[in-house]
């Protein structure tokens, strides 16, 4: 099985007119995806590689019935993006757009409490179920089907370290970024909560980096509450205090956030954590 999309996912692409809206609307429906429409305010009636264009959501959601929707719109705009497809009812709200303002993504994060969808990103790398549907901007050459789940913060490591996997035989049942913003709209414990539910993960491997202190709730969440084995990596064991790395949630402060405390964290709530992308693979592989 996986998690979040499959073969029955039909996608919707917001800001799908845009270069990168257009070039990943298409890859992935070059990978299987079902695409059945785009959305650009002004376009409608357009097509991209034969996905139809809407004005509207609310227009591609009557003609086309999405349950999952790809935002791919300038930052100042992407907000409102995402208040449409909330609107719209479409499940899964995918956001690959970077550098949303944090009081924006602020106010959707309570918006969408209030409700039952699911967000993941802004700033991420989408989400692949190998040999079933990929929605976003990885590469899904390095991917293969199988039974371990990836849940993120970095969209290179994700690639890095599912590769590392594949070398060794092992595939991923679902492969899921959920951004390095400060504000994301899922966190660890939602996609490792998922993964729990998913009899078909043997195994769920979690990259983490340094700021903030998500990996550490994790840690709490995985020895409570799951019986699905966890092997972590941290990046940024070298990072300068002070200094934003990357995302804009990865910065710390003193002694909160370092990847030594998230480390420390995680192996006392029996996490064992790779000290690189090579080493997790290792300890994977003698799991499955």
């Known amino acids: 099985m996986s998690i979040l999309i499959d073969e029955n996912t039909r996608l919707v692409v917001q800001g799908i007119t845009g270069r990168e ?7 992935n429906k070059e990978y299987g995806t079902n ?16 996905i139809p264009v809407f004005n509207s959501m609310a227009e591609a959601v009557a003609e086309t019935n999405p349950n999952v929707a790809m935002v791919f719109v300038p930052p100042r705009f992407a907000a409102d993006a995402i208040y449409e497809a909330i609107e719209s009812g479409v499940e899964l709200i995918i956001t690959i757009t970077e550098g949303i303002p944090a009081h924006d993504m602020l106010r959707v994060y309570t918006h969408l409490k209030r409700g039952q969808q699911i967000l993941v990103g802004p700033n991420c790398p989408g989400i692949i179920s190998p040999g079933k549907a990929s929605v976003g901007i990885m590469p899904t ?4 089907p199988g039974k371990v789940g990836l849940v ?6 994700t690639y890095q370290i599912s590769k590392e996997l594949a070398l060794k035989g092992i595939g991923q049942s679902t492969v899921v970024g959920i951004g390095g913003d ?7 414990i939602d996609i490792l ?10 195994l769920v491997v979690m990259v983490g980096e340094i700021g903030g202190d998500e990996e550490e709730k994790a840690a709490a969440f995985i020895s409570e509450h799951m019986s699905t084995p966890v092997v972590a990596y941290i990046a940024g064991f070298q990072a300068p205090p002070g200094k934003q790395m990357g995302h804009a949630g990865a910065i710390i402060t003193g002694s909160s956030g370092t990847a030594a405390a998230k480390q420390e964290a995680l192996e006392a709530h029996g996490v064992r954590v790779g000290t690189n992308p090579s080493e997790v693979a290792e300890i994977v592989a003698e799991r499955v």
């Not at 050459?141 to 293969?144: G, H, K």
């Open 193 to 202: 909560g998922l993964f729990e539910q998913d009899p078909e993960t043997e």
């Open 35 to 50: 695409v059945v429409a785009g959305v650009t305010p002004g376009k409608g009636g357009q097509d991209v590689e034969g």
């Open 141 to 144: 050459q390095v991917f293969r």
């Open 182 to 188: 400060a504000v994301v709209g899922s966190s660890f």
């Open 152 to 157: 993120s913060r970095s969209g290179t490591l």
């Open 21 to 27: 809206g257009a070039f990943h609307a298409t890859r």
